[in-house]
C-alpha cells in the first residue's frame, strides 16, 4: 500500500474510531435506541467505505502484480474469495 492511501485509510480508521466512541458514550447515558441505531448505522457505512478503498487499491496493484508475474490462479482465487466476503 503506497503512502496516501495508507494515510487515508488511517484517517477512516481514526474517525470509526471516534465514531464508536461516540457509540459507547450513548449507550453509557442512555441515549434514545432510535438515535444510537443511526449511529451503528454510520459505522457500518464507514467500515464499508473503508473496505471498498482497501478492495480498490488491492486489486489495482496486488492482484495486477501478481497477474504480471504469472500468478493468475492465485490472483483469480484471492478475487473470487474477496467477491465472497463483499457479499455477506
Same mark, same amino acid.
Given at each position: ?8 485509510? !488511517? @484517517? ?9 466512541? &461516540? $457509540?459507547?458514550? /450513548?449507550?453509557? +447515558? ?6 444510537? !441505531? @443511526?449511529q451503528t448505522s454510520s ?5 464499508? &467505505? $473503508?473496505?471498498? /478503498?482497501?478492495? +480498490? ?32
Amino acid at each position: 500500500m503506497n503512502q496516501e492511501d495508507k494515510q487515508k485509510a !488511517i @484517517h477512516r480508521l481514526n474517525r470509526i474510531e471516534g465514531q464508536i466512541k &461516540g $457509540l459507547k458514550k /450513548m449507550i453509557d +447515558e442512555d441515549t434514545y435506541c432510535v438515535d444510537v !441505531i @443511526h449511529q451503528t448505522s454510520s459505522v457500518r457505512s464507514a467500515l464499508r &467505505g $473503508l473496505e471498498d /478503498m482497501l478492495l +480498490e487499491q488491492h486489486l489495482s496493484s496486488c492482484v495486477v502484480n501478481q497477474m504480471k508475474s504469472g500468478k493468475e490462479k492465485k490472483a483469480v482465487e484471492e478475487i473470487i474469495k474477496v467477491y465472497k466476503l463483499k457479499r455477506k
